[in-house]
């Protein structure tokens, strides 16, 4: 457990809609972790962002798509080269 901080937009049915990671904390290297690389995330206020209980990642290879995943859901996209992601993803929440 990492013990970061996850900050959620609650929809109406109060189920967290966006979950978002530290980016500080998805790049340091884990033993047993996934790693993906060159990826266009994204991210808001230096998280990356997640998507439904941060089972779905918000980034791809291919830029374009990016764009319109921050369309629908705001944010910034940005280029990290490596991001180390959990098998079960609420090891990021402490």
């Not at 791809?60 to 079960?88: A, M, Q, W």
Request: charged share 25%; hydrophobic share 35%.
């Amino acid at each position: 457990m990492l013990g970061c901080e996850v900050m959620a937009f609650i929809t109406e049915s109060k189920i967290p809609k966006y979950l978002y990671v530290k980016i500080s904390d998805a790049i340091v290297p884990r033993d047993g972790y996934t790693v993906m690389l060159n990826r266009w995330w994204v991210t808001k206020d230096d998280c990356l962002v997640y998507y439904r209980d941060m089972l779905h990642p918000q980034c791809n290879t291919d830029v374009r798509i990016t764009k319109r995943l921050c369309e629908i859901s705001g944010g910034v996209v940005k280029f990290i080269p490596i991001v180390y992601e959990p098998h079960n993803c609420y090891d990021y929440v402490g």
